[in-house]
């Protein structure tokens, strides 16, 4: 018995104008505004401290540059076959493609991984190894073997 399930179709809405982050927008054209008056100021103005203006100026309208980021990528569309969900769904359209090249990242990846573990030792996954006979290993891959009962104190120079 199968049910007949109807989708309608995903209609996009248009932003008109400024576009979906009115915000940045509005805060990147003040910024600038400010921006420009004040180098103008800094310019025109016959101040002793002109150049203080002008640097100051320059500085406004160079981080007015991070709202006008927001807004760009605030705005940007991406349709929605394209927003896929990451968790093995495959595009009909790239399935071939697509799973050859997932496969060799995976192969890829996997023989990065494996090649920082040592040859022929084992990876140990117990949760915890406690008991007399534990050993540590360093980078020059010596074995460090706890001391006995007797504490022992060795000096360290740098």
């Known amino acids: 018995m199968s049910t007949s399930v109807q989708m309608e179709p995903v209609m996009e ?3 008109a104008g400024v576009g979906r982050c009115k915000c940045s927008f509005w805060f990147a054209v003040a910024h600038d505004i400010l921006g420009v008056f004040i180098m ?24 007015s540059l991070i709202w006008w980021v927001f807004w760009y990528s ?18 009909l359209k790239d399935r071939g493609l697509g799973r050859a090249v997932r496969r060799v990242s995976n192969r890829l990846a996997s023989g990065i991984r494996s090649s920082f573990r040592k040859k022929g030792r084992e990876v140990n996954n117990s949760p915890s190894n406690t008991g007399p ?9 010596s074995a460090i073997t706890p ?5 022992m104190r060795e000096t360290l120079s740098i």
């Open 133 to 141: 006979d534990v050993s540590l290993s360093t980078v020059c891959d």
């Open 13 to 15: 809405t248009t932003y």
């Open 74 to 91: 605030g705005n940007i569309d991406v349709p929605p076959e394209e927003l896929e969900d990451d968790v093995g769904l495959i595009k």
């Open 40 to 63: 103008m100021v800094g310019v025109f103005g016959g101040l002793v401290i002109h150049d203080l203006f002008i640097y100051a100026g320059a500085i406004v309208i160079f981080l």
């Open 147 to 151: 001391p006995s009962k007797d504490l």
